[in-house]
């Protein structure tokens, strides 16, 4: 059960992160909604794939206490993993849009 609520705070965190982003580098904005989505996916695709080196919601939790260091680098990692798939998101837009003129 904790675990399943680690996860959810760690897209949370992701969400947060990506629209934070895009509000303060307008250049790098989707919208509020368009953030959001990045912000998921992102945040879900860094902890999946990084999270196998030990900071996953399952080793925060093994002894059955709370592994403090686990859990900051789990959402730092989901708030960067958020950040940067907003941007190549945006690096991909803008390049497929200029190719159609």
């Known amino acids: 059960m904790l675990e399943s609520l680690i996860a959810i705070i760690s897209v949370v965190i992701g969400i947060i992160g990506a629209n934070l982003f895009g509000?303060?580098?307008?250049?790098?904005?989707?919208?509020?909604?368009?953030?959001?989505?990045?912000?998921?996916?992102?945040?879900?695709?860094?902890?999946?794939?990084?999270?196998?080196?030990?900071?996953?919601?399952?080793?925060?939790?093994?002894?059955?206490?709370?592994?403090?260091?686990?859990?900051?680098?789990n959402l730092l990692v989901s708030l960067c993993g958020a950040i940067v798939v907003l941007v190549l998101l945006k690096i991909i837009y803008v390049k497929l849009n200029n190719n159609k003129k």
Do not use: T, W
């Open 23 to 73: 509000f303060i580098f307008k250049k790098y904005s989707f919208g509020l909604i368009g953030n959001s989505i990045a912000g998921v996916f992102g945040s879900i695709f860094f902890i999946k794939s990084i999270g196998r080196l030990g900071f996953d919601p399952i080793s925060i939790v093994k002894n059955g206490s709370i592994n403090y260091n686990l859990l900051i680098i």
